[in-house]
């Protein structure tokens, strides 16, 4: 059964920090292209990063360029994102997806949203 597991959200003041995990289980996660959204209300939702399953290619949005990190630890079968620098525009619900490898370019897949597997998000506040 696959199954995706998401943590590491809080709240934080602008400026600061958080890395945030998505644990996998029931697949080997190095098989299978990883996306983080966000989704928040009033706003549509957002392909933040994305890394594929071969060749480590990644994507970012504009909006988080310089700022987030996305990484992958195949022995612990988790993939993380390192947000620095948050603002409170980054205030939103954090999900994180999975899906084979297939014709797609990760950025395709990012901004398209072509994940058939999601989490259920954890909460990332930034304010003062």
């Known amino acids: 059964q696959l199954q995706l597991v998401e943590s590491g959200g809080g709240l934080v003041q602008p400026g600061g920090s958080l890395r945030l995990s998505c644990a996998a289980s029931?697949?080997?996660?190095?098989?299978?292209?990883i996306g983080w959204f966000r989704q928040a209300p009033g706003k549509e939702r957002e392909g933040v990063s994305c890394?594929?399953?071969?060749?480590?290619?990644?994507y970012y949005a504009d909006s988080v360029k310089g700022r987030f990190t996305i990484s992958r630890d195949n022995a612990k079968n988790t993939v993380y994102l390192q947000m620095n620098s948050l603002k409170p525009e980054d205030t939103a619900v954090y999900y994180c997806?999975?899906?084979?490898?297939?014709?797609?370019?990760?950025?395709?897949?990012?901004?398209?949203?072509?994940?058939?597997?999601w989490g259920q998000g954890t909460q990332v506040t930034v304010s003062s």
């Open positions: 029931g697949f080997t996660l190095d098989y299978y292209a």
């Open positions: 890394i594929s399953s071969s060749d480590g290619s990644t």
């Open positions: 997806a999975a899906r084979r490898r297939g014709p797609f370019s990760v950025q395709a897949m990012c901004v398209m949203f072509l994940f058939g597997s």
